[in-house]
């Protein structure tokens, strides 16, 4: 029996890059198996026809040679040329494994074997967020969303490998991410956009050879997503509400979400901070899920607030009684249960082709992220202009402010219709 194979060298091109790393790659029957030959190649200077790199060329930052780098191809050849003539002779079809083994062995010898061995989906996974997350300065919350993604994979198939994430892999993980784990169409598309960070960092690092994930792009019908924000009569409410007795709790969370209203602060940065951002006209402060550096201008409301807890000590110098931001959301909705906050609100999503249509009390929806969404709303329908908003809030571009501005737009064209009594 003799086995067909065929092999190719090719570049693995990166957007904005004018070289590549140059890999060798071998196919017989379904199996494919890829290799790092170990340089980097100028793209414009590589022959496609010849597979080779141009003649009395350079390459890279170090300025290697084309004759180094074509003597290494000529060796990657002349190693798989070897083995499979011995598969032949033996009459062995072999495993991808196994032809990954042997391979190695002879180009690099065995310690690199023993390094291939250990790389499995989950190492490659854990170095992907470690080395990611150092580069981009993760937050938690961010580790937290790929850890998340962790999850549902090793729930989707524990055994998974990087070659099983090919177009049918990817489909069949949609399909488990809808069907089983029972997720909408708006939070399956922001699992693949995290999937397929991990996949382009695994292909840059040479450890993935599969491209199917670049053009998988499956229909995920969405809905645009409800800007849950306070009207200005029912942040009044809340701001002037006097709890009962058995509710006094409250009054400080209260306090802490209001402060967000009037300041568009994130929870992040209200719980982080200190008498020191505190002027007497302003707060400045450094954003922790940005790194903006934003100065806040304080109105009689967020002054009122902080002249409240003046002369209450908290740790760290804080400036306000922040908890936990998950027992916040919990006590937020609360909050506006008792204060009566119970606009029906319609929110639609999809789970596959399903259209699913919910109604909720806006209580229900309100969470720390609704104050800095009350802030920038009710800012806008003020008649504030954008440009000021965005020096408050941080944001850089209007891309992000749109549904804001969308809202106020409305609001202003329903307050024109009370010119049309009769």
């Known amino acids: 029996m003799t086995n067909k194979w065929y092999h190719i060298f090719l570049l693995d091109k990166e957007a904005d890059k004018t070289d590549a790393k140059l890999r060798f790659r071998v196919r017989w029957g379904s199996n494919i198996v890829a290799f790092n030959v170990g340089f980097r190649v100028d793209v414009s200077k590589w022959s496609t026809e010849t597979q080779r790199c141009k003649n009395n ?19 990657y050849e002349e190693a798989a040329e070897e083995i499979w003539a011995i598969y032949d002779r033996d009459n062995i079809t072999p495993t991808k494994e196994q032809f990954k083994n042997d391979f190695l062995k002879l180009v690099r010898g065995k310690e690199d074997i023993n390094k291939q061995e250990e790389d499995t989906f989950w190492e490659i996974y854990n170095k992907f967020t470690r080395e990611m997350g150092m580069q981009n300065s993760w937050s938690e919350a961010t580790y937290k969303k790929f850890n998340t993604l962790k999850n549902h994979l090793q729930a989707y198939n524990d055994e998974i490998s ?3 994430l090919d177009e049918n892999g990817l489909s069949m993980f949609v399909a488990y991410l809808r069907d089983e784990a029972g997720l909408r169409n708006s939070t399956i598309a922001k699992q693949l956009g995290f999937l397929k960070w991990f996949l382009r960092w695994a292909t840059t690092k040479g ?14 019908k969405t809905s645009e997503k409800k800007v849950i924000f306070l009207e200005w009569d029912e942040l009044m409410k809340i701001y002037n509400f006097e709890f009962p007795k058995n509710k006094a709790y409250l009054e400080r969370v209260r306090d802490v979400f ?16 200190k008498w020191s951002n505190v002027s007497d006209d302003n707060i400045t402060i450094t954003t922790i899920k940005t790194a903006d550096s934003l100065t806040i201008e304080l109105n009689d409301y967020s002054k009122s607030i902080i002249d409240k807890y003046k002369n209450i000590h908290y740790p760290d110098n804080k400036v306000l009684p922040v908890i936990t931001n998950q027992k916040m959301n919990e006590y937020i909705k609360e909050l506006g249960f008792v204060c009566g906050i119970d606009t029906p609100i319609n929110i639609t999503y999809y789970k596959g082709n399903q259209r699913i249509d919910e109604v909720h009390p806006k209580y229900e929806l309100l969470g720390t992220h609704s104050g800095r969404r009350t802030f920038i709303c009710n800012a806008l329908m003020l008649g504030i202009s954008p ?13 992000s402010m749109k549904p804001y501005i969308d809202i106020a737009d409305s609001a202003k064209k329903e307050a024109m219709k009370l010119f049309n009594k009769k």
């Open 207 to 220: 450890y993935n050879i599969k491209q199917d994930f670049v053009s998988f792009s499956p229909k995920l």
């Open 387 to 399: 440009e000021i908003v965005m020096k408050w809030t941080g944001h850089s571009d209007y891309k």
């Open 57 to 75: 060329s350079t390459h890279g930052k170090k300025k290697v040679m084309a004759s180094v780098i074509n003597r290494e191809i000529n060796r």
């Open 162 to 164: 990087l070659d099983k």
């Open 258 to 273: 209001c402060f967000c209203c009037f300041t568009s602060l994130r929870y992040s940065d209200v719980y982080n901070l």
